[in-house]
């Protein structure tokens, strides 16, 4: 193992041992507000496939999320699977939904994809809300049967961490592999990338699919935690909360969405506490981040890392 | 040096992450001499028409119980929240305030989907949810558990009643808009149930359902307007149906059609917001009318709540939020406790006296008796807008 992957390896795993403790400081909150930071974490990361990997900006990455989210609850409490059929199905379904959805879009580059990915999100919500019979409409998917093992906050806090932490670290080793590697090559000179023999449609309806199933991961848990999907998980507005996330934390950093989801959903969850005006708030932050953050949190990490260290 | 710098980044990332989760996890608890009181309206949004009045009738009744010395030597408290009119958003609200603030209690919601999702949350915590206001007949039926309970009426009782107004106008062919959620679909059903034993005469000739939060009505009522019904049924609220009101009056809607509706658009809320523009020939129910006292109880109430919100013509949702916080008082202090399990049985058949006669919780369906006020709305001189007249009480069915 190289020598920064070794100490990106400690440190997530310090990370984890830090998470498991959470439930033993004692507050129901505060283990609630982890499990949703996990999930949305995840979310972030696996629209960084697309977006820092592969640059390919998607405005509908919630269908998959909704998709994985609606089929979870639907194969648990309509056909009564188990768990160990219910989520793998929903996380099938989620990446097969992408691959076809990937199959058009990839055919298209720059704002065409991202207005095709946006048309084809609000598809799924369209269907979601109109198949009121499946879906509950607009009144959502409510008392999802969660297996009773995983009933418990403080169980289903242990299998988030479980399911987000293997699922981060296939991410990790998927967007580190060749792969990873020749996509950003793809993202940084799609031309010259295809000159050398890459086949960069392949390559990025891969990409696609990869995000859509770990997206439908995310969505999978958020419907089992919330006892509940509803059709705002497939809405534009949650393609963007996560575009945000993602854009927040930075997009060039494999970690950075992760920070930036937790870091938006926290003030957000903080803020609705205070004022209803949240989407004030969510709109300052955009600002701040395309005029001066173009690199996230993350980067701007670096940018005073590195005045610190020229200084000393 | 690079390599020090990504690892310190990730470092620091991680411990903005925990720093921020820190910043958030105090646990503001009930203390030993409060009882927190969880409250969901909506109070920004198109819902807010409702939500905010609603929250002046919840307010009044906390500061009535208090400055009695509130209820087993103990305060009650609020920690309101905005309930968006979004399930997603008001059972994320709901989880936050059981498991950050420790309410008690959670009371309120306005949107049927709302309810749904609140009362989902109130049963995985095991929490007492009053739903004041929303009206899906599931909350009390496919959707029952022991621990939600509804002061408000439901989809059922309002179908009933206007299946019998249907009967009054002689309507015939009936077109029905409602909109596409729990309550518009549950409020359909109800009045389809209704019609064979009141108007079985009457048929529905066409199924309308816009979105819940919709502004443009115009394909609708051109729809409706092609189909040749005498008598429209609706469940259109709030600024639903002030946009559909203002959109369809240049088409002359309202002279050739009889507008039958549940969606409480007599109340001073919808009534003062049209104004000159209330359209004729409507019909409409209430929960209460300021200018309407059928108990001295209603007077001495309405009094009360003229003087806090500084206007004589008080809206009608503060009533209903004032009795959900009345019967859950009463709760406690028949229970004794604040234990959920406790006031959930004492819940089960108790009585309240309310401003607007005796409230009853049925100790099955955890459905209140609550009947409502019906009838045509008239330009009556010396009102500010239009008023119902004659006003009718119509208890629920048996």
Redesign the interface.
């Known amino acids: 193992m190289q020598?920064?992957y070794k100490?990106?390896f400690w440190?997530s795993v310090?990370?984890v041992a830090?998470l498991l403790l959470v439930p033993a400081?004692g507050?129901?909150?505060?283990?609630?507000?982890?499990t949703?930071?996990m999930i949305y974490a995840l979310f972030a990361l696996s629209l960084n496939v697309l977006i820092g990997y592969s640059g390919n900006i998607s405005f509908g990455h919630a269908a998959y999320f909704a998709i994985g989210g609606y089929a979870c609850a639907i194969f648990l409490t309509t056909y009564e699977w188990p768990l160990i059929i219910s989520m793998p199905a929903a996380i099938v379904l989620a990446g097969l939904a992408a691959a076809f959805v990937g199959y058009f879009c990839i055919r298209l580059t720059d704002i065409y994809f991202s207005m095709l990915t946006l048309a084809f999100g609000m598809l799924v919500w369209a269907v979601a809300?109109k198949w009121?019979g499946v879906t509950g409409?607009?009144?959502?998917f409510?008392?999802v049967a969660v297996p009773e093992f995983i009933g418990d906050r403080y169980a289903f806090f242990y299998f988030t961490l479980t399911v987000v932490a293997l699922s981060t670290g296939l991410l990790w080793l998927i967007c580190h592999s060749a792969f990873g590697r020749t996509l950003v090559a793809v993202r940084e000179n799609r031309m010259r990338a295809s000159f050398v023999g890459v086949d960069t449609r392949r390559l990025r309806l891969t990409a696609f699919v990869v995000a859509g199933t770990f997206a439908g991961i995310a969505g999978s848990l958020f419907a089992m935690y919330?006892?509940?999907v509803?059709v705002?998980?497939a809405f534009w507005t949650e393609s963007g909360q996560v575009l945000i996330m993602t854009l927040l934390?930075g997009l060039y950093?494999f970690?950075?969405p992760?920070?930036g989801a937790?870091?938006l959903y926290?003030?957000q969850?903080?803020i609705?506490?205070y004022t209803?005006y949240w989407p004030v708030v969510l709109g300052t932050i955009l600002l701040i981040i395309i005029m001066f953050l173009p690199n996230g949190?993350?980067g701007l990490?670096?940018k005073i890392?590195?005045q610190f260290?020229r200084r000393t | 040096?690079k390599?020090?710098?990504?690892?310190?980044?990730?470092?620091?990332?991680?411990g903005?992450?925990?720093l921020?989760?820190a910043?958030?996890?105090?646990?503001n608890g009930a203390g030993a001499a409060e009882i927190k009181i969880g409250v969901l309206y909506p109070?920004?949004g198109g819902g807010a028409i409702y939500g905010g009045p609603a929250m002046q009738g919840h307010d009044l009744a906390v500061d009535e119980i208090n400055a009695a010395g509130g209820v087993l030597g103990m305060k009650f408290v609020t920690a309101a929240?905005?309930s968006?009119l979004?399930?997603?958003?008001a059972?994320?609200?709901a989880?936050?305030l059981?498991?950050?603030e420790g309410v008690n209690v959670l009371l309120g919601g306005l949107a049927?989907?709302v309810g749904?999702?609140i009362s989902?949350?109130a049963r995985?915590e095991g929490v007492i949810y009053i739903a004041t206001i929303p009206k899906?007949i599931k909350l009390t039926t496919t959707?029952l558990h022991p621990y939600v309970f509804r002061t408000a009426s439901n989809t059922d009782f309002e179908g009933d009643a206007m299946a019998q107004i249907v009967k009054k106008v002689d309507g015939k062919k009936l077109c029905d808009i409602q909109l596409?959620?729990?309550y518009g679909?549950d409020l359909g059903d109800g009045i389809a149930k209704a019609l064979p034993k009141h108007a079985p005469n009457a048929n529905i000739v066409i199924k309308l359902r816009p979105?819940?939060g919709a502004t443009d009505f115009n394909a609708y009522i051109t729809q409706i307007m092609g189909s040749g019904c005498d008598t429209v049924v609706s469940g259109l609220w709030g600024n639903h149906f002030v946009n559909f009101a203002k959109q369809a009056a240049p088409f002359g809607f309202f002279g050739n059609h009889v507008y039958i509706t549940g969606g409480e658009i007599a109340s001073h809320e919808v009534a003062s917001k049209l104004a000159g523009d209330y359209p004729d020939n409507v019909w409409s129910n209430t929960y209460e009318l300021w200018y309407h006292s059928p108990t001295d109880a209603h007077k001495k109430f309405q009094a009360r709540l003229a003087k806090k919100a500084d206007t004589e013509a008080t809206a009608m949702w503060p009533v209903l939020a004032y009795n959900g916080v009345m019967l859950y008082k009463a709760a406690v202090e028949k229970a004794g406790s604040t234990d959920a399990d406790k006031v959930s049985k004492a819940l089960e058949g108790l009585t309240i006296d309310t401003p607007m006669g005796k409230l009853t919780m049925d100790a099955k369906s955890h459905q209140a008796n609550t009947g409502q006020f019906w009838g045509p709305m008239k330009k009556v001189a010396g009102k500010p807008y239009r008023v119902m007249d004659p006003i009718t009480f119509v208890p629920p069915p048996e």
């Open positions: 020598g920064k100490a990106t440190l310090v990370l830090l400081l507050s129901k909150y505060l283990v609630d507000l982890t949703e930071i809300f009121r409409g607009d009144d959502g409510v008392g919330n006892r509940g509803y705002e998980s934390g950093s970690f950075g992760a920070l937790a870091v926290t003030l969850v903080g609705n506490q209803e949190l993350v990490a670096q890392s590195a260290s | 040096m390599r020090i710098f990504e690892t310190s980044v990730a470092g620091r990332a991680f903005a992450a925990a921020s989760v910043l958030l996890s105090g646990a109070i920004s929240r905005d968006k979004n399930p997603a958003a059972a994320a609200a989880k936050e059981i498991t950050k049927s989907s749904l999702a989902e949350v995985q899906t959707k596409d959620y729990a679909h979105k819940l």
